[in-house]
């Protein structure tokens, strides 16, 4: 018979009216479709819910981890014990503000924001539409594709942190660079963005969105699962030219196997296994920087990782640790990774 934990049974009784899910499958919540079962994770659907649910778990000294929509994470086969936050389906809302501008909560898809604003006659957010993430995860690290980019539309983010106070960034202190922000590595929960938009005839709008979403589903394999395009793009070339001319287009590892169709995608299958993608990721790092490109200072975003072990493994493929931003977790059994600076030319994208 099941029994709860100790944590269960605390944010169970603190947090009654907060839906919850005790042991529920990581695999359900990522786009790798891996991960073992997560001791709790809730979804607080509005901004009080999730301001009430952050000082609780700091009075109990728990530091949880933050989900968007899953689709730049690699989930732990073991699962992860603590509580994890998930902001996908759960805060939710999308408000036009004005003429041009719309704020949009986190937890709602890329795809829906870019087709709220196509709606309404406003044009900037066409290149968020393919992108399969949350539009927190877009703002927290800078998400683009198709020459657009976060950077270039959003005016405004709040910001929540581990203790519950509201945060404003607006224009540059939102300091957007190439798949990075000023919430990149920080603690705490993106809650909404606004973006400044153009009018534009709606079906103009929609036929730019077609038109990407048909070079997406030409040039990437989005038939299988992956977490997007795996690596940045390095300084003086292309991740998926590097790992090609590495003869690594096709490598196969078990269920997990560099993409055919685009090498820059690492993507898995049922059966794959978390330890089996990191082997495939790492060995495209190590061709890489053995393709001539040069040595490198790279930043490898390594999302929801809560043990050594990827680190350990890129180590033993002859990677020098520059600098390393860990916080451990309060009911976990490792670290979670927010940014490793290595020796490389390649870097995992972030969220």
Same mark, same amino acid.
């Given at each position: 018979?099941?029994?709860?934990?100790?944590?269960?049974?605390?944010?169970?009784?603190?947090?009654?009216?907060?839906?919850?899910?005790?042991?529920?499958?990581?695999?359900?919540?990522?786009?790798?479709?891996?991960?073992?079962?997560?001791?709790?994770?809730?979804?607080?659907?509005?901004?009080?819910?999730?301001?009430?649910?952050?000082?609780?778990?700091?009075?109990?000294? @728990?530091?949880?981890?933050?989900?968007?929509?899953?689709?730049?994470?690699? *989930?732990?086969?073991?699962?992860?014990?603590?509580? @994890?936050?998930?902001?996908?389906?759960?805060?939710?809302?999308?408000?036009?503000?004005?003429?041009?501008?719309?704020?949009?909560?986190?937890?709602?898809?890329?795809?829906?924001?870019?087709?709220?604003?196509?709606?309404?006659?406003?044009?900037?957010?066409?290149?968020?539409?393919?992108?399969?993430?949350?539009?927190?995860?877009?703002?927290?690290?800078?998400?683009?594709?198709?020459?657009?980019?976060?950077?270039?539309?959003?005016?405004?983010?709040?910001?929540?942190?581990?203790?519950?106070?509201?945060?404003?960034?607006?224009?540059?202190?939102?300091?957007?660079?190439?798949?990075?922000?000023?919430?990149?590595?920080?603690?705490? %929960?993106?809650?909404?963005?606004?973006?400044?938009?153009?009018?534009?005839?709606?079906?103009?709008?929609?036929?730019?969105?077609?038109?990407?979403?048909?070079?997406?589903?030409?040039?990437?394999?989005?038939?299988?699962?992956?977490?997007?395009?795996?690596?940045?793009?390095?300084?003086?070339?292309?991740?998926?030219?590097?790992?090609?001319?590495?003869?690594?287009?096709?490598?196969? %590892?078990?269920?997990? *196997?560099?993409?055919?169709?685009?090498?820059?995608?690492?993507?898995?299958? %049922?059966?794959?296994?978390?330890?089996?993608?990191?082997?495939?990721?790492?060995?495209?790092?190590?061709?890489?920087?053995?393709?001539?490109?040069?040595?490198?200072?790279?930043?490898?975003?390594?999302?929801?990782?809560?043990?050594?072990?990827?680190?350990?493994?890129?180590?033993? *493929?002859?990677?020098?640790?520059?600098?390393?931003?860990?916080?451990?977790?309060?009911?976990?059994?490792?670290?979670?990774?927010?940014?490793?600076?290595?020796?490389?030319?390649?870097?995992?994208?972030?969220?």
């Amino acid at each position: 018979m099941y029994q709860m934990t100790e944590l269960q049974k605390k944010i169970q009784g603190a947090m009654p009216d907060l839906l919850l899910k005790m042991e529920e499958p990581l695999c359900n919540h990522t786009s790798f479709k891996i991960g073992g079962p997560a001791e709790v994770m809730a979804f607080p659907s509005t901004v009080e819910e999730l301001q009430k649910l952050l000082r609780w778990a700091k009075a109990e000294e @728990i530091v949880p981890v933050v989900l968007g929509a899953g689709t730049n994470v690699l *989930a732990p086969d073991e699962g992860l014990r603590g509580l @994890i936050v998930c902001t996908k389906g759960a805060l939710m809302g999308l408000t036009q503000e004005d003429d041009t501008s719309v704020t949009v909560m986190s937890g709602v898809s890329m795809a829906r924001a870019a087709g709220f604003a196509a709606d309404l006659g406003l044009s900037g957010l066409e290149f968020a539409h393919g992108i399969p993430g949350s539009v927190g995860g877009g703002l927290y690290m800078n998400a683009g594709a198709y020459g657009g980019e976060m950077k270039q539309v959003a005016e405004k983010t709040v910001f929540m942190d581990l203790e519950g106070n509201l945060h404003v960034a607006e224009g540059e202190q939102q300091d957007f660079s190439y798949r990075h922000s000023a919430f990149t590595g920080k603690p705490g %929960v993106i809650v909404s963005g606004t973006f400044r938009l153009t009018p534009k005839p709606a079906e103009e709008i929609w036929d730019t969105m077609r038109v990407l979403m048909g070079k997406r589903k030409a040039s990437q394999p989005l038939d299988m699962p992956s977490a997007g395009s795996t690596f940045k793009r390095p300084v003086g070339g292309y991740a998926a030219a590097l790992i090609e001319q590495a003869g690594l287009k096709g490598f196969q %590892v078990g269920g997990a *196997a560099v993409s055919q169709k685009h090498a820059g995608f690492v993507r898995g299958a %049922v059966a794959s296994r978390q330890k089996i993608i990191d082997d495939c990721v790492v060995l495209c790092l190590n061709a890489g920087s053995d393709s001539g490109v040069g040595d490198k200072i790279a930043d490898l975003h390594l999302r929801k990782l809560p043990d050594s072990r990827f680190l350990a493994a890129l180590q033993n *493929a002859g990677f020098q640790i520059v600098a390393q931003g860990a916080r451990g977790q309060s009911g976990h059994s490792g670290y979670l990774f927010d940014s490793i600076h290595l020796h490389s030319s390649l870097e995992i994208s972030g969220l």
